[in-house]
């Protein structure tokens, strides 16, 4: 059971728009900033979004972050196939003074 | 070209210890903070521990199923972190990653990840 709440999957039609969910709490969400990962098959993690809104240097535009209260989202824009990945929000928690992940929602372009 | 490689992975029993590696290059090695992460077949990502830089002292945050049994160390000279796992735990098998930690506006987040190295606790 994950500190952080991500749906399972989502799943949108290519050239669509899809958001992800992260849900915290107080001790994590709620007071830090919030990086999302990309994870696409066989393939190690990558950041797309960092401190909550921002996107590396690479990062097409398509990927944007927010953030309000205790929770995050991602954002994805004109969907590609190319982004069918598994997707996971990361923070620190205060309380357990440990850095937490969602437990990941893969991504389906249809 | 910025790169990190994680090595030492393996088949070890349970109650061993297995000491993994993480060489870097590309990058001022002792500028950045260290973590790994790992990945049970099939799951999702767990976040073991990190290593902060010299400049915020090098102190180490565990998470709580590993504190105790892991520990994490850094060689600045040689661009190598290091993640010492001692009495393993089937439940320790895992794919583990090393990664760059790099301060943003608040907070530490994971930009550079090296390909992992697989590590199999079983009798």
């Known amino acids: 059971q994950s500190v952080l709440t991500q749906p399972p999957s989502v799943s949108a039609a290519p050239g669509q728009k899809v958001t992800i969910s992260c849900s915290g709490s107080t001790s994590n969400i709620g007071n830090n900033y919030v990086s999302w990962y990309q994870q696409l098959p066989g393939a190690a993690p990558k950041v797309v979004i960092y401190d909550s809104d921002k996107r590396p240097s690479g990062i097409p535009d398509r990927f944007s972050g927010s953030k309000s209260g205790t929770s995050a989202t991602l954002g994805i824009t004109g969907l590609q196939t190319g982004d069918e990945a598994d997707y996971y929000c990361?923070?620190?928690?205060?309380?357990?003074?440990?850095?937490?992940f969602g437990g990941g929602t893969k991504l389906t372009v249809l | 070209e910025v790169q990190l490689v994680e090595s030492g992975g393996g088949l070890v029993q349970p109650g061993r210890s297995l000491r993994l590696s993480c060489t870097s290059s590309g990058f001022i090695f002792g500028d950045y903070a260290v973590s790994w992460v790992r990945q049970a077949p099939g799951k999702g990502l767990e976040w073991v521990g990190f290593?902060?830089?010299?400049?915020?002292?090098?102190?180490?945050e565990y998470v709580a199923s590993v504190k105790g049994r892991f520990i994490i160390s850094r060689d600045d000279s040689k661009s190598i972190a290091y993640l010492q796992m001692n009495s393993l735990k089937t439940e320790d098998t895992a794919l583990y990653y090393c990664?760059?930690?790099?301060?943003?506006?608040?907070?530490?987040?994971?930009?550079?990840w090296g390909r992992g190295t697989t590590v199999t606790v079983s009798s």
């Open positions: 290593i902060r830089s010299k400049a915020f002292d090098g102190t180490t």
């Open positions: 990361g923070t620190w928690d205060n309380s357990l003074r440990a850095w937490v």
């Open positions: 990664t760059r930690a790099t301060l943003g506006s608040g907070n530490y987040y994971m930009d550079v």
